[in-house]
């Protein structure tokens, strides 16, 4: 059977920015599936629409000048069956979703606007008035879907509210999956979203929401393997790149880890971070490749961060040749990160805690040819637990300079909970057995490292 080349301008869409061409583009991504696959081809124009299904053997073809811009009406975004923020659920339908599907393919110099700035008033206004459970009829329907999120964790997205924003697109258990070129911008909530994928090709692709947009990560790469991102750039109001594999019990039941990741020859600007693994960890994260990147100005450039009761393995992580400008701190790792908890939540003891199947590793990481300057915060955050501390960590031939001028506070590093304050932008260790540094340069603080 032959496969179909579509123009949707041929359909009778309509890019003038107030069509709304929803109807004609889902008809259209439907007589593709029928087909066997295709090409849907999307001109010059600001083409509108609802959200939208593809499906195997499917390309989204871009045009320069050509946007795709998502209708903010939230009540359109009915639920579907994934995962949020780590736990398995039903949430709002991504923008653009594909699910137990392959062979997918969404190119060219076009952009995929998310309409996200609705979505961030909604979320700020609930949070402003205080909203602990579920209101609009949407939101009781998730509530009704979602049994006993009440107990659910949550990264700081809203889970109470059940106002579980989607991310612009979102894969779904698919495979042999290419991203080349596109441009998405203001997304609702996480951007890029592959979630039990396999062999995926992120390439040359820029990703922007403004630095004060809530839990807009740029990728979330969530239970995934075989993934190559290389010459993205990607500036956001989150974490940039960002590796994951579910959260706690509900992380580990899904058992499937994030493993085969080689980052290359990204720039990531803003945001929490640029290189994140985690916060949510349980099913582990392993064989990551990370090098040639470039992070200005986001708050920490390599970030991994988990806590107790996240739980999973994060091991063989190598990162090499990394340059940084203007971070609060350039290398984290945090197993007491706070997001999602308090105090009292019992995560937080600076004392032995009984091992269990939700206590996080870490082990097995190499860092080497990292140079930084001007960190605002401090040179280095790296906090094991007590019961579980950092193993076989290795930073070799790499070069910090601290701003010590900046009146950031060093306890800005990281986010994080029961730890004692320090005064110095030092590089603080606490908790990693026999950590191997070797030709390590620290310039602007009194002392280099602190201990504890």
């Not at 909970?417 to 026999?434: C, D, M, T, W, Y």
Request: net charge negative; aromatic share 8%.
């Amino acid at each position: 059977m032959k496969k179909k080349d579509i123009d949707i301008a041929s359909l009778g869409a309509r890019g003038n920015g107030q069509f709304d061409n929803s109807e004609i583009l889902t008809a259209a991504l439907t007589s593709l599936k029928e087909a066997g696959g295709g090409v849907l081809h999307v001109g010059q124009g600001v083409w509108r629409t609802g959200p939208l299904e593809l499906f195997s053997h499917t390309t989204l073809l871009l045009d320069e000048g050509a946007v795709l811009s998502f209708i903010p009406e939230v009540e359109r975004y009915k639920p579907v069956f994934t995962r949020w923020e780590g736990i398995i659920c039903y949430g709002m339908h991504p923008l653009i979703f594909s699910s137990g599907q392959e062979q997918i393919s969404i190119t060219g110099k076009g952009s995929i606007y998310g309409s996200g700035e609705v979505w961030w008033d909604i979320y700020r206004k609930k949070r402003k008035t205080g909203q602990l459970s579920p209101m609009t009829t949407l939101e009781k329907e998730l509530g009704a879907l979602n049994v006993n999120y009440e107990n659910q964790p949550s990264g700081g997205g809203g889970r109470n509210t059940q106002f579980l924003r989607p991310p612009i697109i979102q894969f779904y258990k698919c495979k042999d999956l290419l991203l080349d070129g596109i441009h998405l911008l203001n997304s609702p909530f996480w951007t890029l979203h592959p979630l039990f994928c396999d062999n995926i090709v992120i390439r040359n692709i820029t990703i922007t929401n403004p630095h004060d947009a809530p839990n807009t990560d740029g990728m979330d790469i969530d239970s995934c393997s075989n993934v190559l991102i290389e010459g993205c750039r990607v500036a956001v109001g989150d974490d940039g790149i960002c590796l994951k594999s579910g959260s706690g019990e509900d992380g580990i039941r899904a058992n499937q880890p994030t493993s085969a990741i080689t980052i290359r020859n990204c720039t990531v600007e803003d945001g929490h971070g640029g290189i994140v693994i985690g916060s949510e960890t349980a099913a582990g994260i392993f064989d990551v490749s990370v090098e040639n990147c470039i992070f200005k100005g986001t708050d920490r450039g390599i970030r991994i961060k988990t806590r107790r009761g996240r739980g999973g393995q994060i091991r063989n992580l190598t990162f090499r040749n990394l340059t940084m400008e203007n971070n609060l701190c350039p290398l984290t790792i945090n197993m007491f990160y706070r997001c999602g908890a308090v105090l009292s939540d019992g995560f937080f003891s600076v004392n032995p805690m009984p091992s269990n199947p939700t206590t996080p590793s870490i082990r097995d990481i190499s860092i080497s040819g990292l140079k930084a300057s001007g960190c605002r915060a401090s040179a280095g955050f790296i906090a094991g637990l007590p019961e579980a501390p950092i193993e076989n960590l290795s930073i070799s031939g790499c070069e910090i300079s601290t701003d010590e001028s900046s009146l950031v506070s060093p306890d800005e590093s990281e986010m994080y909970l029961g730890l004692p304050a320090v005064q110095s932008k030092s590089f603080r260790i606490l908790n990693v057995k026999e950590p191997a540094f070797t030709g390590v340069t620290v310039l602007g603080p009194k002392e280099e490292f602190i201990y504890g």
